[in-house]
């Protein structure tokens, strides 16, 4: 099954003309989603001015190339590697969800657009990325989002803010269950399937106006810009980050060794010693 590519069963039923339309057509409702959603939103307006306000406050001029820096290491750290996640299970479904999200999408294009199938590897990466989204969005939505104890959340409760995940889910269920029974030759359960997975991707695709699928463009633009705060001394009004064993610092709070001592000791975890489970 997994090396099995379920859009060649399709080729006497669907034209491949359709299918590449159907790709292009959910490109285009994605980008204008996207700007519908910069548009009601002003996010775009927002870190222009907040940016300008910034610049004019600096206390250092960030260069060209420590640009480039801090735009590598927000790839490497927020984007590839979501260190922005302190909750390790909700960083790693986050990654799971990601990377399957991205490997099925790509996979299903390139597919679709006739590349080359006859290894099986584009087949198994198709697989293997819904595999991966449909493992990565469970865990999120039974696991970590259904935390009645400190979220008061049920998994049958779905709300409007809940489309992105539910769609994502479906699309890769549907996938895999529209795969499973065509590779098994139940040609009416695998067509069922197909429609579903159909509309769950439109779904998915048609909604971004209304979901949080513009979030994924938009984070990585605020990790890129909080790090360019940090570098440039601004960090957007936040008081900077003092050790209270410096020696210079206990000048400047003459009260500091008072209250903790010239050698303060580590504070600990604060916040983040337990998990929030007191709702």
């Not at 269950?177 to 769950?200: E, R």
């Not at 890129?224 to 705060?229: Q, V």
């Not at 008072?258 to 489970?277: D, Q, T």
Request: hydrophobic fraction near 50%.
């Amino acid at each position: 099954m997994f090396t099995n590519n379920p859009f060649a069963g399709l080729a006497g039923s669907i034209s491949p003309h359709v299918m590449e339309g159907y790709v292009i057509l959910m490109v285009i409702l994605v980008v204008l989603g996207t700007l519908l959603d910069m548009m009601h939103k002003k996010n775009a307006r927002f870190f222009f001015e907040k940016s300008k306000k910034w610049e004019q406050q600096a206390k250092r001029t960030v260069s060209g190339g420590e640009k480039f820096g801090l735009l590598i290491k927000t790839i490497l750290s927020e984007v590839l590697t979501s260190s922005e996640f302190c909750y390790t299970p909700r960083r790693i479904s986050h990654l799971l969800t990601m990377y399957g999200f991205v490997i099925f999408a790509i996979t299903t294009a390139m597919i679709i657009f006739g590349a080359d199938t006859s290894s099986g590897t584009l087949p198994f990466l198709w697989h293997l990325g819904a595999l991966s989204l449909a493992i990565g969005g469970y865990w999120f939505w039974f696991f970590i989002r259904v935390d009645v104890s400190a979220e008061g959340h049920k998994w049958y409760q779905v709300h409007r803010d809940d489309l992105f995940i539910v769609s994502l889910i479906t699309m890769a269920t549907f996938a895999l269950l529209w795969s499973f029974f065509q590779h098994g030759g139940a040609a009416g359960w695998a067509m069922l399937f197909f429609v579903l997975f159909v509309l769950a991707a439109t779904t998915l695709f048609s909604t971004v106006l209304w979901s949080k699928f513009a979030h994924m463009f938009f984070k990585p633009a605020a990790a890129f810009e909080k790090r360019i705060r940090k570098a440039d001394g601004t960090r957007d009004n936040l008081p900077d980050d003092y050790d209270p064993r410096d020696p210079a610092v206990q000048a400047r709070f003459p009260d500091l060794p008072k209250y903790m001592g010239k050698n303060p000791p580590n504070m600990g975890l604060g916040i983040k010693r337990e998990l929030p489970r007191h709702y």
